[in-house]
């Protein structure tokens, strides 16, 4: 990842998860690194202000994904929501995830903090079916409106519900 | 010497025909079908006008962005669900008479998208007068679906196509597929600012930088 020839500033990324530890203990609940990426486990109580942090005083402006992942009906908890962060002022990158249970899949948006969260959120919503509190706009985009169901949910039937499933 | 001078030289100044026969002929002559790309059955479609398979020859290259200009809707592609009510509109839109040729795999029979996003064959929203297999056909596939048509054309007959039948019209439409929207956040603020007289009600609702301009 030295491309380009150009001298980036070195950057360990554990240290983001040790600077947000000393700001706040709840903060973090894990801490992973694999292949050179940090995963950051975050209570999702705490995801918004995590965010705001990382963005003000860390220079994580861009959003660069948020997506949701089904791990199976059979796991608990079920979903997770990871959030890619980048830094255009270090180029470095940094993933948070909120780990959710099937029971109860809410979390806070953080359309407030990133405006691009908006799209990614109702996208999660709609394929995965994790609803985010607070969204100003929490619609289905991609599958139209009237669809039943969250169709990327790993139990989802793959000709789908009726009338959908029609043939 | 043209065309005129031997036809007027050779034919008398009235024939009689069948009135069908020569209203299908005119039909055929000129089938202008809808601009409707959908997946990359569209590439072979744009491909099957131009100069090396030349579809004008057959009188068929004109693609109308209007569908009140058109005859023939080419379905080139997988219908996804959410575009089932727009093509059900587009052809509702296209005067009589009107036909449909569905073009591909996917159109025909969902094709390999057996699942909840495809439309398993666009025959369950809009009648098809011909088939094409393929996937994706080649150019000379829909030439030859085009002439299989004017075939078509001609053995019908006007009374045939009086009007658009009552179960085929806008108000019969596949379950579960009519869009229906709440509107996005920021039209229902506008909606509200103008019930409470705050704003002059917009020709189309403004983006959040015209607003800012504005006030």
Redesign the interface.
Known sequence: MNGGGRRKPKIVMNEFAKELKAENADWVSEVKEALGETTITVPREAIVEVCASLKTNHGFDMLADLCGADRGPEEDPRFEVNYHLFSTKHHSRLRLKVILSEDDPHVNTVSGVWKTANWHERETYDLVGVIFDNH??L?RI??????DGH?LRKD?????YE????? | MGLENNIWESLPDVITVKLDAVINWARKSSIWPATFGLACCAIEMMNSVSARNDLSRFGAETFRASPRQADVMIVSGRVSRKMAPVLRRIYDQMPEPKWVISMGACATSGGVFDNYAIVQGVDKIVPVDIYIPGCPPRPEMLVHAITMLQEKIMSESVKDRKDTFEEESRHSVVPGTLPVTEGTALEREIEEEVAQNKAPRPYTVPSKHERRRSS
Request: zero cysteines; a neutral charge.
């Open positions: 100003p706009d619609r991609l599958l139209p409106s009237d669809f169709a989802y039937p793959l000709r789908g009338p959908y499933s029609l043939t």
